[in-house]
């Protein structure tokens, strides 16, 4: 595996073609587009890290895979009042579905759902107190007390967040919010604003791979029933609308965030992470799709056979 990965990196990661950094976010507009990371964590407690697996980059919407996986802790299936469950099949910032559907988003990955969600997690909370509790989660899962918000990005995000903040006011028109718009706004740009290091993050998602417990340090984090409906959701909704392309070429449950990461759960097998900031038309990253590929083709761990 180790020398695989260190293959993938001289050459997938080494392309020229390598898609464009998000540029409506300024602060990810200044990533270095030439940077590439892949770890492979194994449910039988290895580590596999090549090319810059240490480096921090902003998580953005992967983030939302924990926010989701928080909220059902709290409200357990009371969530889907909220929120569907169904790919969206439209950009990741859409408005026009919210109108047709009454200002419920179609799942938790897209903004407004991942709005919902952060609604949901605040509960009358100050967005500090919530903020707080997410790290927590995150650092807990990682097993790593460095992870921490980069408040650039944050900063940078809360800045430019029209489109956000229309999709929050469009929903609390439709009295879909209980909290303040700009609570909702505040605590969903800080968690996005999460930065993690490709090593960190697959060891966050090791959980989804190990039936909702950790293999490697036996803590159990959900259900395995709650586990397997995490990982479909991934599957369907990961990629925003281009979710079926990546079950397509990939055939694994995955997030992507416009940062450039990717988090993709083999079940039973291993928690993979990627990082390669350009991205494709769609917004996912474009070399760390094409690892992902090559690394199912190479392992045979598609949820397909
Ligand atoms: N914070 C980003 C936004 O709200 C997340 C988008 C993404 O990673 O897909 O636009």
């Not at 990965?5 to 976010?25: C, H, K, M, N, W």
């Not at 090319?51 to 989701?68: A, N, P």
């Not at 903020?131 to 899962?141: K, S, T």
Request: with cysteine; hydrophobic share 40%; aromatic share 8%.
């Amino acid at each position: 595996m180790q020398k695989f990965l260190e293959e993938i990196v001289a050459t997938i990661g080494a392309s020229d073609d390598r898609g464009q950094v998000a540029s409506y976010i300024p602060q990810l507009a200044c990533v270095d587009p030439n940077q590439f990371a892949i770890t492979v964590a194994t449910v039988d407690g290895q580590l596999y890290v090549a090319g810059d697996s240490d480096k921090l980059f902003s998580i953005q919407s992967i983030s939302k895979v924990f926010t989701l996986t928080l909220a059902l802790g709290k409200l357990g299936d009371a969530i889907w009042s909220r929120v569907g469950r169904e790919p969206s099949g439209d950009p990741f910032n859409s408005i026009v579905q919210l109108e047709h559907e009454s200002g419920k988003p179609r799942n938790p990955f897209i903004n407004a759902g991942a709005l919902a969600i952060v609604d949901a997690i605040l509960m009358g909370h100050q967005p500090k107190e919530t903020l707080a509790e997410i790290l927590q989660f995150v650092r807990y899962l990682a097993e790593d007390d460095t992870i921490a918000i980069d408040d650039k990005v944050a900063r940078s995000e809360l800045e430019t967040g029209d489109r956000n903040a229309s999709l929050a006011h469009f929903m609390a028109s439709f009295g879909r919010l209980k909290n303040p718009v700009d609570y909702v706004l505040g605590t969903y740009f800080h968690h996005c604003s999460i930065a993690m290091s490709c090593r960190q993050l697959a060891r966050a998602g090791l959980f989804l791979a190990g039936d909702g417990k950790n293999p490697v340090t036996g803590v159990r984090v959900v259900s395995p029933r709650r586990a397997r409906r995490i990982n479909s959701l991934m599957l369907m909704c990961g990629h925003y609308d281009g979710s079926g392309e990546f079950a397509y070429r990939v055939g694994l449950p995955g997030k992507s965030g416009v940062g450039g990461g990717i988090l993709a759960i083999a079940p039973g097998r291993a928690s993979i992470a990627v990082w390669s900031p350009g991205l494709d038309k769609i917004g996912n990253s474009k070399l760390g799709s094409a690892a992902l590929e090559k690394l199912v083709e190479h392992t045979g761990w598609s949820i397909f056979g």
